[in-house]
């Protein structure tokens, strides 16, 4: 079955992620992308789409025709490049007209622009589990139906209940946790995940709501009881917590995937000078190529390790990233996104960025 991705806002992290997981990804516009799977992809679990839509068989009309009887809701997204919010509406008050003249009692959700934002199709209802309330999705000449749309309120909700949080070390968005998992790849049900600098366990709890097991480590005391704390309230699945130095501890067996956000160094909320950054960064590398030359003995050959290390922002708007890429293969792993510019995630202006570095152990 193939379907559509809108992107997140990091399209490049957006689309590894599909890679990673799904058959024949193709960029069609910055910020689409269309793949193939054999089941219907959960958008719960795919912290980088924003909506997920399955192509259509049927023309839109012959589709809509279908439904079974009762009152539609029906949006309509133009996704083709020079689309404007006038081809939008004039698409969905077409396909109304013609469902009125057959009979059919349908609301058009108004568009203000060419797409529904994710924020109109959640609360209109039109995320794909209600069979009446439909937004379709045109490219071109290509038509699609939602089947999934972002819950961001969910996100939010998971990020800010949780009881124990670290302004400093907790700040990790539960859907770029998400994300990490999924850049190790398809993974067995239950498989069990690591985390070695887990913090207050925001990729742990992912990982059990993904229906992993979770097994985390930090460094810090403080954190373990963080994330033993949080992950007691989310009581969900199985996971141990432990305290350990990444780049010394001795992790028990089994270990399927890896999937961290490391140590980043310091926050920082300007640029920092020359020798500050170089301290930063010598500092950073030890500790993360520390864990890495620790983990390599640890784990089967193929085991696949995802870490996002820091990269700091320049005076010339460029990230500055950490050069350890030629050292971590000669560790015997393979770095499978070495010629890429690099997967940076980062907010506007924020100084540190997340640098994401996808391993497989030779
Ligand atoms: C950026 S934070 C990770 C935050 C985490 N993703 C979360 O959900 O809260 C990095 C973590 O690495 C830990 N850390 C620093 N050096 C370490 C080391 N050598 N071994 C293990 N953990 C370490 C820190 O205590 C901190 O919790």
């Known amino acids: 079955m193939k379907y559509l991705s809108v992107l997140g806002r990091e399209p490049a992290i957006s689309l590894a992620e599909l890679e990673a997981l799904f058959l ?54 133009d996704y083709s490049g020079h689309a404007s919010r006038k081809n939008a509406s004039l698409e969905a008050l077409k396909l109304k007209k013609i469902l009125v003249r057959h009979g059919r009692s349908v609301r058009v959700v108004e568009n ?26 045109k490219v071109q000449n290509s038509w699609f139906r939602v089947i999934g749309v972002q819950n961001i309120d969910a996100y939010a909700r998971r990020d800010q209940a949780r009881p124990a949080r670290d302004a400093k070390v907790g700040m990790l968005p539960p859907k770029l946790a998400q994300i990490l998992i999924n850049l190790c790849g398809p993974l067995p049900a239950g498989s069990r995940i690591l985390d070695p600098f887990c913090g207050t366990g925001v990729v742990l709890q992912e990982a059990l709501l993904m229906g992993y097991t979770a097994y985390g480590t930090d460094l810090s005391e403080r954190m373990v009881e963080y994330s033993e704390k949080n992950l007691k309230w989310l009581d969900k699945g199985n996971y141990t917590v432990e305290q350990g130095d990444a ?20 926050p920082m909320s300007t640029v920092p000078p020359e020798i500050k950054l170089k301290t930063e960064k010598q500092e950073c590398s030890a500790i993360i190529l520390g864990f890495l030359k620790n983990l390599s003995g640890q784990i089967r050959p193929g085991t696949p390790v995802v870490v996002a290390a820091p990269a700091w922002l320049r005076e010339n708007g460029v990230y500055s990233r950490l050069e350890i890429l030629d050292e971590i293969e000669h560790m015997g792993y393979n770095v499978s996104n070495k010629t890429r510019e690099g997967l940076l995630y980062h907010r506007e202006s924020q100084i540190v960025a997340r640098d994401i570095i996808i391993l497989r152990k030779n």
Request: hydrophobic share 35%; aromatic share 4%; charged share 20%.
């Open 112 to 137: 203000k622009n060419a797409t529904l934002s994710t924020a109109t199709s959640l609360h209109n209802g039109l995320s794909g589990k209600n069979p009446h309330k439909i937004e379709l999705v």
């Open 247 to 266: 780049t010394s501890f001795h992790w028990q067996p089994p270990i399927d995937a890896v999937a961290c956000e490391g140590y980043l160094g310091r």
């Open 24 to 77: 024949n990804v193709r960029q069609i516009a910055p910020n689409l992308a269309t793949f193939e799977s054999d089941i219907a992809p959960g958008i719960d679990r795919l912290g980088g789409c924003l909506k997920i839509a399955e192509k259509l068989e049927a023309s839109p009309l012959d589709y809509l025709r279908n439904i079974p009887s009762g009152k539609i809701t029906l949006g309509v997204s």
